[in-house]
């Protein structure tokens, strides 16, 4: 349809911004409606509004979004679920699309993106939070309330008279208070590797449509500012300060940070890996069984992650200076 349309006609850009807004509302129902598809169409959602920024700017890419937003009001019941998810995905689309249109590096949009998904999860969770009127401080609480009652009602119907409640209430206590605790740090991983996931599909989408995109550098050669160290500088501080001085805030600002932190770091580990895995001339039968063995060694996570904790400052690939004979034409600084 938009091929028969002159692209200089005005016209152009009410079609594309009509049908970005149906296929957004179309992506975010398929979601709310069958949550099993909700990570898919969260992937989904914001690559219509990249697309409509790209070709047609900002400001005819807001008015899309805002006619979508409208559309799902009218047909989900849950408005702020649906204002949640816009302002989620719908304002990465707009970020993203504008980072392709300004055509940034690879490295830049990605590491903008990523952390702009972090602070957007920081203020819905907060936001979210305040309109609910849950305390965060006493999250904890609250979820073994509701272990509590659980436990009581199961053993008011006999359903465990043979399992020993004292160690399964302990057992689910400890988990219950190890995900109240990194909630914020699980909910800023999670948005972070959906930003990454939406840029490389739309780009991949661009490239396809033969835009004019910058180079994506391969996995093996991904490496961090050498100043990324210091997230986990301080969140190690605060957590240690928190900790020894009682402040339950500081201590849980702090292990979030680490658990983020860590998770990143863990990413680069394994950048770090496979530049060395596709290093390695031997048979690849042997790097398989090698990996195996790796996957199943308990401590090959920490591993990874002190691995990638050194890379920013210590260029363990040695590539940021030069580029290997056998990576040429991959990727260079």
């Given at each position: 349809m938009m091929r028969l349309i002159n692209n200089n006609s005005p016209v152009r850009g009410l079609v594309e911004g009509a049908l970005s807004a149906a296929l957004m509302g179309l992506f975010v129902l398929l979601g709310l409606y069958i949550p099993l598809l909700l990570p898919i169409s969260s992937l989904l959602f914001p690559i219509p509004l990249i697309l409509m920024?790209?070709?047609?700017?900002?400001?005819?890419?807001?008015?899309?979004?805002?006619?979508?937003?409208?559309?799902?009001?009218?047909?989900?019941?849950?408005?702020?679920?649906?204002?949640?998810?816009?302002?989620?995905?719908?304002?990465?689309?707009?970020?993203?699309?504008?980072?392709?249109?300004?055509?940034?590096?690879?490295?830049?949009?990605?590491?903008?993106?990523?952390?702009?998904?972090?602070?957007?999860?920081?203020?819905?969770?907060?936001?979210?939070?305040?309109?609910?009127?849950?305390?965060p401080l006493q999250l904890e609480e609250q979820l073994e309330l509701i272990v509590e009652e659980s436990i009581a009602y199961y053993e008011e119907t006999d359903m465990l008279t043979e399992v020993d409640t004292a160690e399964l209430r302990e057992t689910v206590y400890g988990t219950m208070r190890m995900l109240a605790l990194l909630a914020p740090g699980i909910l800023i991983i999670s948005s972070m590797l959906s930003t990454l996931l939406t840029y490389l599909l739309s780009r991949a989408v661009m490239v396809r449509m033969n835009k004019d995109i910058p180079p994506l550098p391969p996995f093996s050669r991904w490496t961090y500012p050498w100043y990324t160290v210091w997230g986990v500088i301080v969140g190690l501080g605060l957590t240690l300060i928190g900790d020894r001085y009682e402040f339950v805030l500081i201590a849980t600002v702090g292990k979030n940070m680490l658990y983020v932190f860590g998770v990143s770091f863990l990413l680069l580990g394994l950048s770090v890996a496979a530049y060395y895995y596709k290093k390695l001339q031997i048979s690849p039968w042997i790097k398989l069984i090698f990996v195996f063995l790796l996957a199943m060694w308990p401590f090959t996570p920490f591993l990874l992650i002190g691995v990638g904790v050194m890379d920013p400052l210590l260029d363990v690939r040695r590539i940021n200076n030069n580029t290997d004979s056998g990576d040429k034409g991959e990727y260079k600084h």
């Open positions: 920024v790209y070709r047609n700017g900002l400001k005819k890419a807001v008015m899309s979004l805002v006619v979508a937003y409208l559309l799902l009001l009218m047909l989900f019941p849950d408005p702020l679920t649906v204002t949640v998810l816009v302002i989620q995905f719908g304002l990465m689309g707009l970020l993203l699309g504008l980072l392709f249109k300004n055509h940034v590096s690879a490295g830049k949009s990605i590491a903008i993106g990523t952390l702009a998904a972090a602070c957007l999860t920081l203020i819905i969770l907060g936001f979210t939070l305040l309109i609910m009127g849950v305390n």
